[in-house]
């Protein structure tokens, strides 16, 4: 039997669209990443999609997928007012 893994998917949820409160962003480097997926995984927002593309929209800032990348590939930008 093969284990199923749910992933959710971005969407109108509780929290909706961040808005304009977010304060820092994460930025993926390219050129550290090994695309094993981890940030995608850990995201609680499901803002991080299969090709690795942040969906702004809904990331709220956390920094968890910058804690949990071994590469660290990404880093948390603060946000321009």
Do not use: H, Q
Not at 41 to 59: G, K, N, R, T
Request: charged share 30%; glycine share 8%.
């Amino acid at each position: 039997m093969s284990a199923k893994l749910a992933i959710s998917r971005p969407g109108e949820g509780a929290a909706g669209k961040t808005g304009t409160w977010r304060t820092f962003r994460p930025e993926i480097d390219l050129e550290k990443c090994n695309k094993c997926g981890l940030c995608r995984l850990y995201c609680p927002d499901a803002a991080i999609s299969v090709d690795l593309v942040i969906d702004l929209d809904y990331c709220k800032g956390c920094g968890i997928c910058a804690e949990e990348c071994p590469k660290k590939a990404l880093t948390m930008i603060r946000e321009e007012d």
